[in-house]
């Protein structure tokens, strides 16, 4: 059979998907907080989730059926990135990135390389790595890291970090640029072996919140990469990631912003209504109630922004980068103001570690680094809307 890069698709018929949802959703309030538990109690990701995330099928839910995808449309991926994103942040963090890596590759990849990188990846039997950002620069055509040609190899040199998933992987899928070129120009694509000679790898996990996802600082000294393992051709090397990977995966953020916000507002909203002072619940207080309400408001004001923005990318609009960015933007800056909301209601009981909130409230501060900062997101709107101004003159 010959494979071909995946064609857009529009997904499952509506009862099928009510199935998977409510299969999703029960997963999520279920066994998923029996693992955010343990996640919590041990400061690791077991290897065990991983499998009963790849046997539920929920780690190839976004990938097309020909590639052994769920084929789901990119809008009902969305859906339940939602759903998954209410649980712990790092069964959030797989789910989305394993459902996303697939796509930077396999746009660029050969009939060769989809059959040893892209139909592992979805099948759960590779885990890759996206690896872009640098300490020393942004994440975008300032990259530093280096390779040069030696022969049928090329020789990476450069550092990377706040890689996700970045000690336990497979593969790494690098950005790099050829030694003495600039800009987007000479940039390349490389799924780089995690025993590759010449790399040395700093665990960082240890974070404020999304407790025992793995982060890696990464390390490359000439390490040699084959060049068979590079993804498109030379110059091609921040399209796979930017175009393939990045656009998509801000939607996502973006809507795992709108799930936690609404996991905040759900533990909020429990706590007011069982909380008596002075003979009333909390809800019967008008701050509090406002509270609730504001939360209510803009969760689905970012909610429909991200879904928006989900359409649009599918339809393949131009202008999806830039409603990726502000569908990015709109929703953390909303996770930060509901979540502080959700833990005033709770009040001073909120902070201890016994409570659900607190957990939620360190996980939420992550999204705000996640693909790209707001002060990136908000650079990448307005140079589109600069770009559109000097279009009309």
């Given at each position: 059979m010959t494979l071909t890069s995946a064609a857009p698709v529009r997904g499952l018929d509506p009862i099928e998907f009510d199935r998977l949802r409510a299969e999703v959703a029960e997963f999520v309030s279920g066994e998923g907080e029996r693992w955010a538990d343990r996640i919590e109690a041990t400061g690791e990701v077991p290897e065990q989730l991983w499998t009963e995330l790849r046997d539920r099928g929920f780690l190839a839910l976004a990938a097309p059926v020909s590639h052994g995808g769920r084929g789901l449309s990119f809008p009902q991926w969305m859906d339940l990135m939602e759903l998954f994103s209410r649980s712990h942040g790092s069964l959030r963090m797989i789910v989305h990135v394993v459902n996303g890596t697939w796509r930077a590759m396999d746009a660029f990849a050969t009939e060769e390389q989809r059959r040893r990188f892209v139909l592992p990846s979805i099948a759960g039997a590779l885990k890759v790595a996206f690896t872009l950002t640098e300490p020393a620069a942004g994440s975008g055509a300032d990259i530093r890291s280096t390779v040069t040609r030696d022969g049928d190899h090329y020789l990476l040199t450069g550092t990377k970090h706040m890689i996700t998933f970045g000690v336990r992987c497979d593969y790494w899928l690098v950005t790099a640029r050829l030694a003495g070129s600039s800009g987007h120009e000479g940039t390349v694509a490389l799924m780089v072996p995690r025993d590759a000679e010449g790399v040395t790898v700093e665990d960082t996990s240890d974070t404020l919140g999304v407790t025992g996802t793995d982060h890696a600082r990464l390390t490359f000294d000439r390490a040699p990469v084959p060049v068979a393992n590079r993804l498109g051709e030379e110059g091609q090397g921040l399209a796979v990631a930017l175009g393939g990977f990045l656009t998509p995966s801000r939607i996502?953020?973006?809507?795992?912003?709108?799930?936690?916000a609404v996991r905040a507002q759900?533990?909020?909203?429990?706590?007011?209504?069982g909380r008596t002072t002075f003979g009333k619940p909390l809800t019967s207080r008008q701050a509090i109630g406002f509270m609730l309400a504001e939360n209510e408001a803009e969760i689905?004001?970012?909610?429909?922004?991200?879904?928006?923005a989900a359409r649009q990318w599918e339809d393949g609009d131009p202008a999806a980068p830039k409603l990726s960015s502000m569908a990015k933007l709109i929703a953390v800056d909303m996770l930060g103001r509901v979540t502080d909301r959700a833990l005033q209601v709770h009040g001073g009981s909120g902070y201890w570690k016994s409570?659900?909130?607190?957990?939620v409230y360190r996980d939420a501060r992550a999204q705000r680094f996640e693909e790209g900062t707001n002060e990136a997101q908000k650079s990448i709107v307005l140079r589109e809307l600069l770009g559109r101004a000097e279009g009309v003159r």
């Open positions: 996502s953020v973006a809507m795992s912003c709108v799930g936690l759900e533990l909020a909203l429990d706590y007011a209504r689905e004001a970012a909610r429909q922004l991200v879904k928006h409570s659900p909130i607190e957990r």
